[in-house]
């Protein structure tokens, strides 16, 4: 049977999957209140116009800005995410919607637009910078099950940026577990923050211990001098800080660095 993340992209063998980073959402210490929600949907309209340009095959949509960022966002969040998604979604290839750090967001957000799969942390017990952080894989699959959005993948981040985890286990056993006991989708293995990636080192382990069908994405540090050596390991790969102007994560993309990388990947 194909697993929902490949029937996303049934003729990409290793997907590129670039990030449309939200602007800092109402309510939250960064908004530009003087520019609106208007702003918001203009600029990543600009990223996204971009990104599809530059050839990548999926875009995801992500409220980067919301510093610092919430572990139990309200319903604004998810009414603001769901505007800015539905008018900047591009129509030529799938995207999806990631929303730092509340699946339940993601998912509401993804079912209001339409979107192919969401990428959250699910799974596991964490310290970090937003303090103690406790997930719930089993109520974020009830509740897709509940909305009827059983063809939304969900992409399990089992190494989050800004947190570690609490317990001995490696991140190798982690993912290995989560396809078994949490049914993910895909996994996703990070560095320690975002635009940082993981030792390869890591990323094989975990792609080694996880079975085969299951795929294995580099989740943040993906850079054009280093994602052809990252792609002989990964299954593909999510990348966003690299793209943007100077590579800072929070700035606009950078149309000839977002080029180069999918030419890297390609070549």
Same mark, same amino acid.
């Given at each position: 049977?194909?697993?929902l993340?490949?029937a996303?992209f $049934? ?8 990030m ?5 959402l109402p309510?939250?210490p960064?908004?530009? &209140? ?5 702003a ?5 309209q600009?990223?996204?116009?971009l990104?599809?340009d530059?050839?990548?095959d ?6 980067e800005?919301?510093?610092p960022y919430? @572990?139990?966002?309200?319903p604004?969040?998810?009414a603001?995410?769901?505007?800015v998604v539905?008018?900047?979604r ?12 509340? $699946? ?8 209001a637009?339409g979107?192919?799969? @969401?990428?959250?942390v699910v799974t596991?017990?964490?310290? &970090?910078?937003m303090?103690?952080?406790n997930?719930d894989a089993?109520?974020?699959?009830r509740?897709?099950?509940r909305l009827?959005?059983g063809d939304?993948a969900i992409?399990?981040?089992i &190494?989050?940026e800004?947190?570690?985890p609490?317990?001995t ?7 290995? &577990?989560?396809?078994v ?6 996994i @996703?293995?990070?560095g $320690? ?5 993981p ?8 792609r080694d ?7 294995? @994405? ?17 299954d ?6 690299s793209?943007?102007v100077?590579?800072y994560?929070?700035? $606009?993309v950078?149309?000839d660095?977002a ?9």
């Open positions: 049977m194909t697993s993340f490949r996303v $049934p003729s990409t063998d290793k997907p590129l999957i670039a449309a980073h939200v602007p800092a309510g939250t960064l908004y530009d &209140s003087v520019g609106g929600v208007d918001l949907v203009e600029q990543v600009r990223d996204v116009d990104l599809v530059a050839g990548f999926a875009v995801m949509f992500c409220n800005n919301d510093r919430q @572990l139990h966002a309200g604004e969040a998810s603001v995410m769901a505007r539905t008018e900047c591009p129509s030529t290839i799938p995207f999806g919607v990631d929303y730092l750090w509340d $699946p339940r967001i993601a998912l509401a957000t993804a079912v637009t979107a192919s799969f @969401l990428r959250e596991g017990v964490w310290e &970090s910078d303090g103690l952080w997930t089993a109520e974020t699959l509740e897709r099950r009827d959005a939304i992409l399990m981040n &190494s989050p800004f947190a570690s609490i317990g286990r490696s991140f190798a056993q982690v993912a290995q &577990s989560t396809v006991s949490s049914l993910a989708d895909a @996703l293995v990070s $320690p923050m975002a635009g940082a990636g030792d390869a080192s890591v990323l094989r382990d975990v211990a996880t079975p085969e069908e299951t795929p294995v @994405l580099l989740n943040t540090g993906a850079r054009a001098d280093t994602i052809a050596e990252m792609l002989t390991i990964a593909g790969c999510i990348v966003g800080s793209l943007k100077d590579g994560t929070w700035n $606009p950078d149309p660095r080029r180069r990388f999918v030419d890297a990947a390609h070549a």
